[in-house]
């Protein structure tokens, strides 16, 4: 379909591994010939959002993609402090070996990502300093992520208070506001079928992948062993919550188009259904551009 390079603010919400759909709806977006001229992103929407205005969406969707749920626990490091179970730490820095560090005033678009302080109870926008830094505030998930330290103030998952942080863009100047929305109604499961190169790459990239976690892997990190069900019940009462918030929000400042991805589409740690979260990302965001 023809757009005449229509320019984009694009607004990606917060879902854990629903946010993977973030790069379908990304890469098809741009086979239609839409131009992204700005992300504001929360959580998972500000990790993808980040890495795509870095430019290395590819880079990351090839690493994803190859994940297990195995190499997804070994990523995760067991924190000793209160306020979370995970540091985050060799998550973020196996990102920044992945696809490189900068500031995000140095990206070629602008870009904000949004955390929140729940001492002040109000949202933080981080568009400047350090792109991972400003992504692990975004990304720190209650009771999962211990709360990141911005200049002496704690921060948590943006999702707290804004799931789809559509106000950063605001001020755009671009032809379409595109919010992308990862708490969307509950839907009958339906498996996305994948083409069948997709199915015939993992293998390969598989054994890179491993290797290259095996690098950073730390033992006492493991969590294999443990009990989640208090915190898939936590995940589940976040997600309702965040749901109800980005409706109201999305009521109130409604962008030009909204994409609405399921949010029972998969768990909040299902990060090995990558091919399957981006395909329907790529299917979604077609329908409503067909529309």
């Known amino acids: 379909m023809s757009t005449n390079k229509k320019s984009v603010s694009l ?35 500000a990790l993808i959002g980040g890495i795509y205005a870095i430019g290395k969406l590819d880079e990351f969707e090839q690493w994803i993609r190859a994940l297990s749920k195995q190499d997804i626990f070994s990523l995760l490091d067991l924190s000793l402090q209160k306020g979370g179970l995970i540091k985050g730490d060799k998550i973020i820095e196996t990102l920044r070996q992945l696809v490189g560090e900068t500031l995000i005033e140095n990206l070629p678009i602008p870009f904000t990502a949004v955390a929140a302080d729940v001492r002040a109870e109000k949202e933080v926008w981080l568009n400047k300093g350090p792109l991972f830094d400003a992504i692990r505030a975004s990304i720190s998930l209650p009771l999962f992520f211990t709360p990141f330290n911005h200049n002496g103030v704690l921060l948590v998952d943006g999702g707290v208070l804004n799931p789809v942080p559509i106000a950063p863009a605001f001020n755009d100047h671009t032809d379409l506001k595109i919010a992308v929305n990862l708490g969307g109604a509950v839907v009958e499961a339906k498996k996305v079928e994948l083409p069948g190169e997709l199915v015939e790459e993992r293998s390969f990239l598989h054994k890179q992948v491993t290797s290259f976690i095996d690098s950073l892997r730390d033992e006492s990190a493991s969590a294999l062993g443990l ?48 091919k399957e979260m981006i395909e329907l990302g790529r299917e979604t965001a077609m329908q409503h551009l067909q529309r």
């Open 227 to 274: 009990d989640w069900g208090m915190y898939e019940v936590a995940n589940q009462s976040f997600d309702a919550m965040q749901s109800t918030i980005a409706r109201q929000k999305l009521a109130a400042y409604p962008p030009d188009v909204i994409i609405e991805i399921p949010r029972n589409a998969c768990g909040t740690l299902e990060f090995d259904r990558a």
């Open 11 to 45: 607004i990606l919400g917060s879902g854990g591994a629903r946010g993977l759909a973030h790069i379908g709806v990304i890469q098809e977006l741009e086979k239609n010939g839409y131009v992204i001229k700005s992300i504001s992103g929360c959580s998972m929407g």
